[in-house]
């Protein structure tokens, strides 16, 4: 009797570890696949806006192949992570924290039954709203299509004006999205499987004191090449209104429209 309960313990520990690599191996998966999104998303032809917005966020949340819950404009679900600059937003990049979307519907129709989304948080307003244990995209907080284009332009800046800039991308096409009523809420599972332990995303976000996981570091190292934080003292494009806080690095110029 004793041999049969020792062989059941032995199996649920098994199934309890192969369970634990299941999990580990998806949020593996889902860093890597964030770090190729934001990648495909900053070299595509006209990525120049993108970089732009990106090296001015103060937070940014890439989360791949997001479902749709139904056809045409219902709702939505998906996983991804969410990596923000350390000391307000004016330091290097910090420890990601996992996060899920859910719900909601969105303003382009791209086709196609799943997409990869690319939310710029670009106010300090913005990343408290982010901080708290959801966010509502059109509630709590405006979410705006992002600008796309090879040139900086004044209009490319005045867009920035919204607190959370938008990128989604379907069948290989990039495109502005704006959600209405989708909620991004902190994954604690995934956080705590990546992390070994429970850590608050806000601490994660916030303080950004814990070290990167080897899974995130492809990400943490991408962000950190293409979304630098814009010099000090540098100014925006020529006609151009920058974003409280925001800069081009100082004796650059901006790119000729083609």
Known sequence: MRNVLAGIALLIAYQAAVFAQKIDDKIADRLYESSKVLGELLNAPDGDAPKYVLERAECVAIIPAVKKAAFGFGGQYGRGVVSCKKDKG???????????????????????????????????????????????????????????????????????????????????????????????SPDKDANKSLYGKEIPAKDLLLTGDVAVPAPAQKLIDALTTAGPTPAAGATAPSGATAPAGSATPAGSTTPAAK
């Open 90 to 184: 004016k330091g290097a990049w910090g420890p990601p924290s996992m996060f899920g979307l859910s719900g909601g519907s969105f303003g382009l129709q791209l086709g196609g039954q799943s997409y990869d989304v690319v939310m710029m948080f670009m106010t300090p307003d913005s990343v408290e709203h982010l901080l708290k244990d959801k966010l509502t995209l059109g509630g709590d907080m405006a979410a705006a299509a992002g600008p796309k284009g090879r040139a900086i332009s004044a209009e490319t800046t005045a867009s920035m004006r919204s607190e959370i800039l938008t990128y989604a991308r379907s069948r290989g096409l990039y495109a502005g999205i704006s959600f209405t009523g989708a909620v991004l």
